[in-house]
């Protein structure tokens, strides 16, 4: 059973996804604010945060902004509309994922369940990339000896990328490995996700020595 903190303004909507997802198993608890959201986050540090971007007050976004800079918890945003100044808006806030409105609850369900498989334990061992050291039993990541604080999502995506130096992976191939999209999904949620995870293990995010773009296809692990 994962603890969810929904924040959602419409009562119906807010009352509805809370019965629905505590009878799929999760323990939810709401806020109809961005700011009831953020005080309830503080003291009762959820598993996930599902998270309307349309919130009177604090928006969604400066929600998310507030959540990825406080911790690692995983956020999945709830947006009315798919056009690109929500989605794109929400990513670069932080957000792990994305469900359009109206949100069916089975579908929601299955994205919480996948974000949350991301924090699990893959193979024992440790990968040494020069500098950059992953420890795939302790789902840690340490850069000079520094320990890089990454978001479920961010981990998965090195730990699928470091898997295999050199070989590239297609945008859909990351989307259903880390994200486990088995449909056509949006390439951007893989974009601003590497975005992200540069800024975090790059010595220079603008020529990446680990992630690396290969042009019209996808990504790579630099090769050791």
Known sequence: MAAILLIEDDPLVRRGLQLALGRHGHDVR????????????????????????????????????????????????????????????????????????????????????????????????????????????????????????????????LLTLSRAPGRVFSRQQLLEEVWEHDYLGDSRLVDNCVQRLRAKIEANPATPEYVQTVRGFGYRFGPV
């Open 30 to 157: 709401t806020a109809d604010t961005g700011e009831d959201g953020l005080r309830q986050f503080r003291s009762a540090t959820p598993d996930l945060v599902v998270l309307d971007l349309m919130l009177p007050g604090i928006d969604g976004f400066e929600v998310c902004r507030r959540i990825r800079a406080s911790g690692e918890t995983p956020v999945i945003m709830l947006t009315a509309r798919g056009d690109d100044f929500d989605v794109v808006g929400g990513l670069e806030a932080g957000a792990d994922d994305y469900v359009i409105k109206p949100a069916q609850p089975t579908v929601l369900d299955a994205r919480i369940r996948a974000v949350l498989r991301r924090s699990t334990s893959g193979p024992d061992g440790m990968r040494v990339h020069r500098d950059l050291h992953i420890d795939t039993t302790a789902l840690t990541v340490s850069s000079n000896g520094e320990q890089v604080m990454l978001t479920p999502t961010e981990l998965r995506l």
